[in-house]
C-alpha cells in the first residue's frame, strides 16, 4: 500500500478547486481502488471497460466519474503513471531505454520515447542525462520537476509529474 501511495504522491496538484471533493464517499473509494489496479498493473495494456468492469459501473459512467474527480481521463491518468514509473528507472537503474520500455509494457521502444518525450517534453536518454549531472553536481539524487506544465492535447490543470 505504502507503494501505492508513493506512486501517485502528488496526483491531485494542479486540479481544479473542489475536483476532489466532487463525488460522493463510494465514487472516491472505487476510483481510489481503479488507481491501485493502474499502479499494479503498468506493465499491461489497459481499458477502460476493464476499470469499470472491477468498479461495478458502465464503462461511460466510470470515464465521467474518473474525469470528475481527478480532472484527467482514466488512460491519460494511467500514462502518466507509466511515465512517472519511466522516470524513476532511468534515474536509479541502468537499464537501456528498450528494457524501461519493455517494463512498462511497450513493445516498441520508440512509440514509448515517444509517449515519454509528449508526457516530460524530453526524450528519456536526455532525461537520464540531465539526472545524472543533477547527481554529479552535488543536488539530491531524487525526481527533479524539470518540467513546468505537461504536454497534451487539452492539458489544462492536468496533474505533473515529475
Same mark, same amino acid.
Given at each position: ?68 474527480? $481527478?480532472?484527467?481521463? !482514466?488512460?491519460?491518468?494511467?500514462? /502518466?503513471? =507509466?511515465? &512517472?514509473? @519511466? ?58 520537476? $524539470?518540467?513546468?506544465? !505537461?504536454?497534451?492535447?487539452?492539458? /489544462?490543470? =492536468?496533474? &505533473?509529474? @515529475?
Amino acid at each position: 500500500m505504502i507503494a501505492i501511495q508513493e506512486e501517485t504522491n502528488g496526483a491531485a496538484r494542479g486540479f481544479p478547486a473542489g475536483a476532489m471533493e466532487y463525488c460522493g464517499t463510494g465514487c472516491a473509494l472505487r476510483i481510489e481502488q481503479s488507481i491501485a489496479y493502474m499502479v499494479l498493473h503498468l506493465d499491461k495494456p489497459l481499458q477502460v471497460a476493464t476499470l469499470a468492469a472491477q468498479a461495478n459501473i458502465s464503462p461511460s459512467h466510470f470515464f465521467a466519474l474518473f474525469k470528475r474527480r $481527478l480532472g484527467s481521463t !482514466p488512460i491519460d491518468y494511467f500514462t /502518466r503513471l =507509466r511515465m &512517472q514509473r @519511466a522516470c524513476r528507472l532511468l534515474e536509479q537503474t541502468p537499464l537501456s531505454i528498450k528494457e524501461v520500455a519493455s517494463k512498462l509494457g511497450y513493445d516498441d521502444p520508440f512509440y514509448f520515447s515517444r509517449v515519454f518525450k509528449s508526457v516530460n517534453r524530453m526524450a528519456p536518454s536526455d532525461y537520464r542525462m540531465v539526472q545524472k549531472e543533477l547527481r554529479a553536481q552535488g543536488k539530491n539524487g531524487a525526481a527533479v520537476n $524539470l518540467l513546468q506544465e !505537461p504536454k497534451m492535447a487539452g492539458a /489544462r490543470n =492536468r496533474v &505533473q509529474f @515529475a
